[in-house]
C-alpha cells in the first residue's frame, strides 16, 4: 500500500472520525473495551479538523487511518513527569487504524509520521497517553521507542462524561524525545 498523509479538511472530518468510531466499536467487541465507544464527538473531532490539528491517511484516495496532533497538552497532565517539561512538544490523541487493516503496519507507519509532522512544527518531544487494559497496545508504544512516564487516573465530571463521553479510566503516559537521529 501507498499511504498518503495530509491534514484533514473540516469536510474529510466525518470519514475520519468513522474510522475512530469503527475501532470503538471493534475494541468493545473484540476486546470489551469501552474506552472508545461512544467515539469522541463528531462535532468537536470537526473542530479539531477545522484547527489543522487532524490528519487523514489514504490509500488510493480511501481513509484507512487518522491521527490528532496539537501543541497543547490534555489539562489532565502533570508537566512534571516529562523528561523535558519545558521542551516544545506535540500532542498526539486519536490514533486509529481500520479495524480490518490493524497488524499490518500501518500504526508504526502512523508514529513515524506524526513524529514527522511534530518535528516539522518544531516539537522536541511527542507525548500521548493509552489506556492501561489494552497490553498489547502498551507493548506497541514501547517497541517504537515511547518511554512510559507516568500512570494516571482519570476521574472526570458528569459534565465530561455528556460532553465528551469520557470515561474513568487509567491511563499511561508515553514520551519520546525527538532527535535528528529518530
Known amino acids: 500500500m501507498d499511504h498518503e498523509l495530509r491534514q484533514a479538511t473540516p469536510e474529510e ?22 474506552f472508545w465507544d461512544p467515539p469522541y464527538p463528531l462535532q468537536l473531532f470537526r473542530r479539531a479538523a477545522e ?9 488510493g484516495g480511501v481513509p484507512v487511518a487518522t491521527f490528532t496532533l496539537t501543541d497543547d497538552p490534555p489539562g489532565y497532565y502533570d508537566m512534571t513527569v516529562w523528561a523535558q517539561p519545558d521542551a516544545p512538544a ?9 479495524p480490518e487493516l490493524q497488524g499490518r503496519g500501518l500504526g508504526t507507519w502512523c508514529m513515524r509520521a506524526l513524529e514527522r509532522v511534530a518535528r516539522e512544527r518544531g516539537a522536541r518531544a511527542v507525548r500521548f497517553d493509552a489506556v492501561d487494559d489494552r497490553p498489547e497496545l ?3 508504544y514501547d517497541g517504537r521507542g515511547y518511554e512510559r512516564r507516568a500512570v494516571l487516573d482519570l476521574t472526570f465530571t458528569d459534565e465530561d462524561r455528556r460532553r465528551f463521553g469520557a470515561r474513568d479510566t487509567r491511563v499511561v503516559c508515553f514520551e519520546r524525545l525527538l532527535t535528528d537521529a529518530n
Open 90 to 98: 506535540a500532542y498526539a490523541s486519536r490514533l486509529a487504524v481500520q
Open 51 to 59: 484547527s489543522g490539528y487532524v490528519f487523514g491517511v489514504y490509500d
Open 138 to 140: 502498551l507493548t506497541f
Open 13 to 34: 472530518a466525518e470519514a475520519l472520525h468513522e474510522i475512530v468510531r469503527r475501532c470503538g466499536v471493534d475494541l468493545r467487541e473484540r476486546r470489551l473495551i469501552s
